[in-house]
């Protein structure tokens, strides 16, 4: 038998109320499929009475039971904003915008909380400009804005790469915090902001006016510094991340290794690859290949990213590929590119990049006949390469979005496990 949602007790609460808490904290999963025999739990004066009712609707909605939560809020005689409030975060929790803002458009009186349950939620969602349209309306009905609302715009800035919308947010918080400076959470916010819209020596002065930094902290520099072309300050910031005695996790050991790749630090690389594994028990993922084979593609060590490659513990996915014929390309490698791209359509076969690159590296070295045949096998497959497609920007924003971003699922899926 499930457990039932656990109410919490609230001494603003009669003891009359509370006898009626913990009965339905004890019996509410038993009504799950008979909602309608609810009312049973409570007397005729308690059935107007919204305390018990918004407790049931937030033990379900917190759960993740929103169809049980929603039945029970659609049946309550009042309803309080409390549970408004709980009925729009579950569903934009669960990615479910539509229902939120058809509830949030329902709701008389507003407060803080509905605002940033909805703005929160268009984040989540990847909705970013819906977000930041939100926060608008907010500020035009005249509802302040808190620190919970000021994370999420933050990230729908990072997303977004709006700089400009971003600056002043940060200039929006300045003023609400107090003089002792942006707690670990905001800092890192804006960190991660500004590295992720390009402007570094911001992003540096927040880094370096915080008195107090976490893991977070430093990974975001290291890894803005890494792709926006200061590799060497980002290596150097790694070192005295650890001369601080910060212990670097796996996402550090990322910007790092992107760090080493950009400035041709091959052997440096592979000792942060190793330190890793050995000085940190941290088991390399998906993402630190990447890294490794972007590192020795780029130095042309085309034969040992190969080599590397086939001796990954984990299955190589299309990106890792994708990679190394990038390298091929840049190098004129047209052997090794073939086997590349021939691993690469085993993965996948629906890429016009995929073609488009090996077609070019055919071209480079005069080999008609072979580019003749990639745009056939390009025919065959139904493949069509997209209008005003580029290159090289599409294979750097690929790598750099698989290593960096969040959102992008991790293999650690063994070889001997793949059919």
Known sequence: MRKPPILKANPCFSHHQRLQLQLISLTGAHFQGRHGNFSELFDESAKKDVVPWSALTSGYAKRGELDVARRYFDDMPVKDL?????????????????????????????????????????????????ALEMFEEMK??????????????????????????????????????????????LGNALIDMYAKCGSIGRALKVFQDMREKDVSTWNSVIGGLAIHGHAEESINL??????????????????????????GRVNEGRQYFKLMRDGYNIEPNIRHYGCMVDMLGRAGLLDEAFKFIDSMVIEPNAIIWRTLLGACRIHGNVELGSRANARLLKIRRDESGDYVLLSNIYASKGEWDRVEKVRKMMDDTGVRKDPGYSLIEDEEKALIDFLFNSKSKVSLRPKNLVQ
């Open 82 to 130: 409390v549970s408004w409030n709980v009925m729009i975060t579950g569903y934009a929790k669960r990615g479910e915008m539509e229902s939120a803002r058809k509830l949030f458009n329902e709701v008389l009186k507003k407060d803080v909380v509905t605002w940033n349950a909805m703005i929160a939620g268009y984040v989540l969602s990847g909705e970013c400009k819906k």
């Open 140 to 185: 035009t009905v005249g509802e302040r804005p808190d620190e919970v609302t000021m994370l999420s715009l933050l990230n729908a800035c990072a997303d977004l790469g709006d700089l400009q919308v971003g600056m002043k947010i940060h200039w929006s918080l300045s003023e609400m915090v107090s003089s002792s400076g942006f707690n670990v959470l």
């Open 238 to 263: 790694f070192t005295e991340m650890r001369r601080s005695k910060v212990r670097p996790n796996e996402i550090t050991f990322v910007g790092v290794l992107v760090a080493c790749s950009h400035a």
